[in-house]
DNA sequence: AAGCAACGATAGACGTTGCCAATCGTCGCG
DNA sequence: CGCGACGATTGGCAACGTCTATCGTTGCTT
């Protein structure tokens, strides 16, 4: 059976006459003739019933054509769909944040976002990077912002910013006097993230700190950690995104003598057909950061600039 | 569009598998392969992400899913539907009955029908000759009961049985005391229907009449015509099937010397497909009404018997 | 009564489509 | 590095849909 037949058994059930059927259809007589014989013969019934005078259809007609109509409309009803969602840059997006990483950025890139791709409908996933991985692999996300690379060739990724670390200090301790802090120096107090955050051990790995960390307090988030700094616990590194936050706890911050930093980055899977709109939602947001990223190196910008410019 | 791609489309949605969704189609991989891709660049879109590991559909294909099983199922229903209206001797069959046969026929034949034709639906529809017959060119109707001849090469028609008239005589009539009733004796004092019911005609056309009446009563139904009579109003034709009312009214009925009568016949038109069913309604009113047709020329039979060995 | 017009059915030719078997290219694994 | 699994590609073939031209029937008109 045929989606064609049955758009020919409708023309002519509203037509009753086979060359205006024919005509309606954009096919010759005999075709639309021939046709409709075959469907006939296919269903085992006989759909009108001819006379030299008219066409009439059967009562057996009457009994499909709801069926036959309802077949058609669903036809049409996934070209309608399939047209709406030909466009790459629009439709659900469904990308995956990182937690160190969303609370600071999403604020900053979301009204762009909507502007610049208003047909997107960027849907915000937050968990640490391994599981945002799987959830990839999985199809259930279409995209990631990470700060690490993504292993293997089924997945590809795009730098869209450089983000360098801060120092972050209780007003009241040693380092706080400073203008700049050797990553180094932090080894002694510093505190950290729980295991599966990757700013966990990239901020181990920036002030040369072996990773054995005895009993040491793991914070759960980032916001958590900044109260602990705030209430003199320790010291930290945060990402300069998060140096408003930081500052509203209370918290000085300084910049990093090595300029230790993390490079955030948009992942997605090389096969993804909407590589469009990874590449669109990339380029906002580095469109967005670049003012952040200008003379970054002394982190300075992050401190005084970032979150309150907005 | 074809409705056998978008089997192809749930098949892999289903199996996500090229090879595996191929078999369940019952096609060749390279075909499911090839349809699968021509729908996509007919859509427009991808609609599943392939690689070397796995088959996944995008999200496009997850939107769209649900109008392509709609989409098969009404197809599957059509074909379902259609295997039920297969049978000729199913379904709703309209058969239009003029008023001066249906209540007295159909009692006989409605169990007969329903056990020869069980799936058969016999919706009767009582009318005037003249309607019925529009009715019937009108597809409104499948078949029609008539007593008389249809005209006109779309419609034909077939003899069922010969149901002869009968003297209607109130009690104390002159006429009532004879064995037999001579046709022309009637002319006098006789009672007719209204306009339009054939066995006015007849009646008229057996005993002679002229046709104009004057100021005689015209009954609108047999049932009425017979309450007339039984008041002594006068006499009338009645057709054999009412004789058992006629009797219950208290009538006295005779035969009739020259053995007037109808014809009972059933039509339709001549390109109905459903022939067979028209056929079949025939042959079971024919062979329900055959004991009353033996010897019916005397008009006994019918006297004593109609109504009276069901 | 004969010719004509309208209509659906039929026939033959042609281009397209769907299909299969065979093969290729890629990727992952031992 | 070879092998196996998998989807993509190719070439040939048969079936199908479509066209133009024509036929047969029917109803109307001259």
Redesign the interface.
Known sequence: ???RD?RYMIALAEHRHFGRAAEACGVSQPTLSVQLRKLEEL????LF???S?AV?P???CD??IG??R??VA??E???A???D??DPLA??FRLGIIPTLAPYLLPLVFAPLREALPALEVEPWEDQTNALVERLRA?DL?ALLLATEVEGV?LASRTLFAEPFLAALPPDHALASRDYVVEAELARDILVLADGHCLRDQALAACGHSGALGGALRASSLSTLLNMVAAGYGTTLIPGLAAGAAQDAGIVLRPLAAGAGRTVRIAW?T????AAAVEAVGAVIAARLRGFAEGSAAGMTWVSGAGRDA
Chains 1, 2 share one sequence.
Not at 43 to 46: A, P, Q
Not at 271 to 274: E, I, L, W
């Open positions: 059976m045929n989606l049955l269903l085992g019934i006989t019933e001819r006379s005078k009439a059967t009562s057996a009994r499909l069926h036959v309802g077949a669903e036809a009803a996934i070209l769909v399939a047209r969602l030909r439709g659900r199809h279409d089924d899977r096969r993804f057909p909407r």
